[in-house]
């Protein structure tokens, strides 16, 4: 049974940080890119980062420079470390897998960047 778990959410004021998990099981983790989304309300969902399977990474624009991605392939788990937070990154952070046609998400973890 393919599982992919977010954790590390929560409320942080404006200019903190907090790093993201998620585990997954039941797949060929290495083989597979991951991804962040985030989605805030009335809003649409948005790719936050993305590494490959091979280790490359891409960012929005929005986070560059203050977010990194970056995985563990022997704990099955990717990570999205967080900095510089600000309001507008207030979102619920949705995990992602894909392969092939193959994808898989999670159920996401609420962030809320308020003072």
């Known amino acids: 049974q393919v599982q992919l778990v977010e954790s590390g959410g929560g409320l942080v004021q404006p200019g903190g940080s907090l790093r993201l998990s998620c585990a997954a099981s039941?797949?060929?983790?290495?083989?597979?890119?991951m991804s962040w989304y985030r989605q805030a309300p009335e809003k649409e969902r948005e790719l936050v980062a993305i590494?490959?399977?091979?280790?490359?990474?891409n960012y929005a624009a929005s986070v560059k420079g203050r977010f990194t991605i970056f995985r563990d392939n022997a704990k099955n788990t990717v990570y999205l470390q967080m900095n510089s937070l600000k309001p507008e990154d207030t979102a619920v952070y949705v995990c992602?897998?894909?392969?092939?046609?193959?994808?898989?998400w999670g159920q996401g973890t609420q962030v809320t960047v308020s003072s």
């Open positions: 590494i490959t399977s091979e280790s490359s990474t």
């Open positions: 039941g797949f060929t983790f290495s083989s597979y890119s």
């Open positions: 992602n897998a894909a392969a092939w046609r193959t994808v898989y």
